[in-house]
Every structure is written in structure tokens, then in C-alpha cells.
């Protein structure tokens, strides 16, 4: 159970040292014009589909380890199978890589925008997997609000009301172009470090709860 829960701990540092690295080494890209999916293409393009799956089972194995710590208590049931279901579409957009566009890698031309079948299906593994951790966020919420701890439900309810917003944004302003893109673009990796910052606290506040517990 302890390792568990340290596997949903590690998951998000690991995702986003990673892609820092990456952003920092891969030749053309921009963080202020393209989303870190398309790190899946190139000759490097392995690393981030490796990440992706990796931290893709890191969360499904914190999921578990939620589940035995909170099973038979509110939201025990539903909050640890969301948080599971996160990890799934991670697997799942590294399985289905995202298409080339806006000029990366190298070579791509600057107003690609095609969309194939595996473009089309990471977009979906993506977007189930980053509905399921917003839901995931407001079962907490009621959880702790329930246990009258007002700052965790807060912590949860504003992670998945940005999260959500700024998922929207990239839903609906990926096209967009100029300072918009900037601004769509960076609100969401914004997002994801904290999707990821409330994952592995999650994981670190029961990981703690389990050992007093049992101490």
C-alpha cells in the first residue's frame, strides 16, 4: 500500500522534470506556442512516450493504493477510480501519439493542422483522462469538506475549476494564433503542473494519514 501510494507521489515530479528537460533539448520547440504532446514526434519523440506511459502507470498504481486506504469511506469508491482513469488516458496518448503541427518538429510546415486517426485518438485518451482527474478533484473536495477541512477542499475544488478552464481553452483555442495561442498555451501547461501538484498530494496526504495511523 505504502509503495503504492509513493508510485502516485512520484508520477507528477517525474512527468514534469521530464518535460522541463525536454523543453530545454529539443531543437524548435517553443512552450509559449507548442503543447508538450507534441514531443511524442521526432527521433526523440520515444523519451515523452516513455514519460507519458511511465507516469501513466505510476498514477493507475497510486490509484490502487487510494482505494485500499479509503475503501468504505466517502468518496473511496469513485475518487481513487478517477484518479486511475488519469493515468489510463496518459497511457493512452502515449500509445496514440499527437499529430506534427505549428512547425515541430523541424521540417513540419508552420500552419500544419491535419489530424490523423492516432492524433484523433490521443486527443481523446487525453481529454477522458483530464475530465476524469477534474471529477476526481471535486470527489475530494466533498470528502474533505465532509471531514471539515477547509483548506484541502478549497485546494481541490479551485485545482479542478482551473484545470478545467484552461482545458476548455485548449480545446477551443488551439487554432487561435498570435498572443492568444501564448496565453492558451501556457494557462494549460500551467494547469497541468497543478493537476499533477494535486495528484501527488493527494498521494502524500494519505501516505502520511496510513503511517499515523499505524503509528
Known sequence: MRAALACGVVAGPIYIVVGVI????RPGFDPTRHDLSLMSNG??????IAMLVLTGLLTIAGAVGMRLVLRGSRGGTWGPLLVGVYGLGLIGAGFFTADPALGFPPGTPADAHAVSWHGLLHFVSGGIGFLALIAACFVFARRFAAQRLRGWAVY???TGVLFFA???GIAVGSQAKGPLLTFVILAF???VVLGWAWVSAMAARLLAERALAKG
Open 189 to 191: 501547461s500551467v494547469a
Open 166 to 168: 484552461a482545458f476548455v
Open 156 to 158: 481541490s475544488v479551485a
Open 22 to 25: 525536454e523543453m530545454l533539448t
Open 43 to 48: 527521433d526523440w519523440g520515444w523519451i515523452h
